[in-house]
């Protein structure tokens, strides 16, 4: 078993084609004609550009991030790097010696970088230099594009090029060995909505060209055909829903409701406002989850208040009226972004992260409250404090917004007064003073992805303790149980933006239980809503009795499955 980290949804099997680059090796004359080389390097960069662009219009149609392309025409054109060319060239040097040996000055500078946002500026680079010297050396690049049905692309690191070809190919999912929840790949598959796994170290050495594998993109595992646990993900890719797109479509406009008429409500998780069309066309009830990470992570230096306006404000006004949920930073952990967080911790995910890294770090905080204040001027915003432990966060948090709010006031600038504020359920802490919090905040939304970790005390990356890694363990449904008791109790509506909220073997528990939203990946709303008409809650009681008599994961998950 390999194990790196989950970046999407669902599971993929097939076969494994590894794709590694093409080695583009060139033999350096002593002396070059000056003036010839520099036509050839003018021309390679006019042909670079028009590609990326091409590219780039070709993700927008697709959805995806086509800036990140668009960036790539920028980045060649960088005064830096196109006069620390020039001056090779003017030197003698062939334009293939000038563009590796300037963008490798340029990788080793990033690589080095202790910020995580430097060191993928690295990758771009890196992707620029090989797309440059295909050019110039009239390299074809790899056929990504007539690649098999039902593969699984093994690579070292997924590039914003490759990206493109994969919709039109036969891949069905993607292991790369580099790469994080945070990264531009990441960011791009999850767009692209195919299963991936990234950080999975080993993978080309480990995993052979033909052979068949498991992949899950939620948890990070990939199994090869005949280890434990392949049986177990082609199980669940079972489960996964096979009925038609025209099918699901016909939930469009349509409430959620039971068979029995429970109503219920469906909104999106979001990384950016790239994300808003899926998010429209699939017809979610709002966004449950708004991650402002990305945000903070795409910029050499944090976006101003300005900035994080405009981009909360599109979000909010594209949304018309349906509630939007933003999440503030929730820095650290599984989410580093070093150019904000500045020190090494022995244990990141005990470390000062999330709400504690905001409350240590005001004028961040404050930058970012303020930004959300103001963009709730233009539509129906709320506001969702990450990894509460005591309910001191939750009150610093509502007295600073008071405090801003005033400060808006006395500068005339407008803001929704009756703000919503929400408190993630993420913590083991947070489920016990559950009762503590609901008293103080207008909604919770529990994040099974950290409860998870943080009941069973798993690191979800280490393979060895992987197997406690899972929703069906009994403490997590307890605790999960007991939020929504207590907002049912306290009358605080209760949301789940965690991945469990999208599978559909809890959702019986979870429609019992009561719970009120679930905020899922814009792909699975409409299935979602499918599957809710379908239940009767009355049947999900009797599920959920027997359930809860279970006392091991295992026979909870068997007994789901049936
Ligand atoms: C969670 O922890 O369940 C959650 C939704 O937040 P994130 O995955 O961003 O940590
Ligand atoms: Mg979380």
């Known amino acids: 078993m390999l194990n790196g980290i989950g970046v999407s949804s669902s599971i993929a099997i097939g076969r494994v084609v590894k794709f590694v680059e093409d080695d583009l090796h060139f033999d350096e004359l002593a002396k070059n004609d ?16 028009s590609k990326a662009g091409a590219l780039a219009r070709k993700m927008d149609d697709t959805d995806a991030d086509g800036q990140i392309l668009r960036g790539y025409a920028v980045m060649i054109n960088d005064p830096y790097l196109s006069e ?51 050019i110039l050396l009239q390299v074809d690049c790899k056929e990504l594009e007539n690649l098999p049905e039902n593969t699984i692309l093994v690579t070292d690191e997924l590039t914003p090029s490759m990206m493109v070809a ?37 993978a080309i050495n480990r995993l052979s060209d033909g052979e068949t594998v498991a992949i899950d993109g939620e948890t990070g595992e990939v199994f090869k055909n005949g280890e434990d646990g392949f049986a177990r993900l082609k199980d669940k890719q079972k489960n996964q829903p096979k009925l038609s797109e025209e099918y699901y479509r016909s939930f469009i406009g349509k409430s959620t409701v ?16 790239r994300d808003i069309k899926a998010v429209i066309n699939s017809d979610a009830e709002g966004i449950g989850l708004f991650r402002t990470e990305g945000f903070f992570l795409d910029r050499g230096v944090l976006p101003t208040e300005d900035e994080q306006t405009a981009a909360y404000r599109s979000v909010a006004e594209a949304m018309n009226g349906k509630e939007v949920v933003i999440r503030t930073l929730d820095v650290g952990g599984d989410k580093n972004i070093p150019s904000v967080q500045s020190e090494d911790e022995d244990n990141p995910f005990l470390g000062l992260r999330a709400i504690r890294y905001s409350i240590k770090n005001q004028g961040l905080f404050r930058t970012q409250l303020r930004a959300i204040l103001r963009a709730s001027a233009f539509g129906n915003v709320s506001l969702l404090i990450p990894l509460v432990t005591r ?30 504020v929400g408190v993630m359920i993420e913590t083991p802490a947070a489920v016990c ?24 005390a798993v690191d979800r990356g280490n393979p060895k303790v ?27 509506r209760c949301s789940m933006c965690g991945e469990a909220a999208a599978d559909e073997k809890l959702l019986p528990l979870l429609l019992s239980f009561g719970l009120d939203e679930f905020s899922v990946m814009p792909s699975r709303v409409l ?7 379908t239940v009767d809650v009355s049947y999900c009681d009797g599920i959920t009795a027997e359930v809860l008599t279970k006392t091991r994961a295992r026979a909870v998950e068997g007994f789901l499955s049936k």
């Open 34 to 49: 000056v003036a010839s080389e520099k036509q050839r390097f003018s021309e390679a960069v006019g042909e670079f550009c």
């Open 84 to 134: 620390h060319i020039e001056k090779l060239l003017e030197c003698g040097k062939s334009a293939e010696w000038a563009v590796e040996s300037a963008c490798d000055a340029f990788i080793r500078l990033f690589t080095d970088s202790t910020d995580e946002l430097v060191r993928h500026r690295a990758a771009d680079i890196e992707d620029i230099k090989r797309q440059m010297l295909e």
């Open 166 to 202: 994969l919709p039109n190919s036969g891949v069905v999912g993607i292991v790369a060995e580099k790469g994080g929840r945070t990264s531009h790949a990441a960011i791009i598959a999850r767009s692209l909505e195919l299963v991936t796994v990234l950080g999975c170290k080993g």
């Open 258 to 273: 039971t068979a029995d008429g429970s109503v219920r409500k469906i909104v999106a998780n979001i990384d950016s406002p």
């Open 391 to 420: 309910v001191d966060e939750l009150l610093y948090v509502k007295n600073l917004l008071k405090r801003l709010k005033i400060e808006l006031d006395e500068e005339g600038v407008p803001y929704k007064k009756d703000i919503k």
């Open 433 to 456: 003073i559950a009762d503590i919090l609901a008293e103080n905040a207008d909604f919770f939304s529990i994040g099974t992805n950290d409860l998870i970790g943080y009941t069973m």
């Open 466 to 492: 992987s197997y406690l890694y899972s929703a069906y363990e009994p403490a997590v449904l307890r605790s999960v149980k007991r939020v929504i008791e207590v907002a049912k109790q306290k009358g605080i």
């Open 527 to 533: 299935p979602l809503r499918a599957k809710i008409s």
